[in-house]
């Protein structure tokens, strides 16, 4: 049980060249959000998924696409990168009811040039 | 609008010392109240949360926290840090206009002195 995986650990993109942070879960949970970390900013919520096939937006979507297909994959896109996207990632899973406990996975460092 | 204030950005405790740190929440219904730790380079970690009943929790790490309505606070509790505690601390509330999320505070930064 490897809990939430996500890939890579650390990026360094070009401004405007796009990519894709994959976040997994083998937990079978129905609820996947994507964060990024700066500091002084705590955790802020970029989209979340409810289950496959149903995304919302958090309070910083913008020049963040997500999709979810499965219940186990919530990738999170960059389409132009921008060098304040550079920030830390945080993506976590939890079973689908608003009082269980979000799952964490170890951070992707996005460094934009 | 729904948000989460942890007014002290760094506090510093000797070992054996108590701890509190705090948490206010803004939410006009019935609040989804947690706690995470974050170690340097980690992910975040549940240490305990609150959505009902006994309005003091217990959770990991000899952590507790107590949800006071009448305050909208929600502050974690230690009495006695050791060094390994030395971490970052974040407060969150659960939310649901229609489908849920969550909203973090900006989290506290525990040093922990020997």
């Known amino acids: 049980n490897a809990g939430v995986t996500q890939t890579p650990k650390f990026q360094v993109l070009k401004t405007g060249q796009s990519m894709t942070l994959q976040c997994a879960q083998d937990?079978?949970?129905?609820?996947m959000s994507w964060y990024r970390q700066d500091p002084g900013m705590g955790l802020r919520l970029i989209h979340y998924?409810?289950?496959?096939?149903?995304?919302d937006q958090g309070e910083v979507p913008n020049g963040y696409n997500v999709s979810r297909s499965t219940t186990e994959d919530f990738p999170l896109r960059l389409l132009s990168a921008a060098p304040s996207q550079t920030s830390v990632y945080f993506c976590?899973?939890?079973?689908?009811?608003?009082?269980?406990?979000?799952?964490f996975g170890p951070g992707t460092r996005l460094l934009v040039l | 609008a729904q948000s989460v204030t942890q007014p002290d950005i760094h506090i510093t405790v000797s070992e054996g010392a108590s701890l509190e740190l705090r948490c206010n929440y803004s939410?006009?219904?019935?609040?989804?109240l947690f706690w995470y730790v974050q170690s340097p380079g980690q992910g975040l970690q549940l240490l305990l949360k609150?959505?009902?009943?006994?309005?003091l929790v217990q959770g990991i790490k000899g952590f507790e926290a107590e949800f006071k309505r009448s305050q909208s606070s929600f502050n974690l509790r230690k009495p006695s840090v050791h060094w390994s505690d030395a971490a970052e601390y974040f407060c969150?509330?659960?939310?649901?206009?229609?489908?849920?999320?969550?909203?973090f505070g900006t989290g506290t930064r525990l040093k922990v002195l020997a």
């Open positions: 976590a899973s939890s079973s689908g009811q608003i009082s269980e406990t979000q799952y």
């Open positions: 937990m079978n949970h129905e609820y």
């Open positions: 998924s409810v289950g496959a096939g149903i995304t």
């Open positions: 939410y006009g219904a019935t609040p989804y």
């Open positions: 609150y959505f009902s009943g006994d309005t």
């Open positions: 969150a509330v659960g939310v649901s206009p229609g489908t849920y999320k969550y909203i």
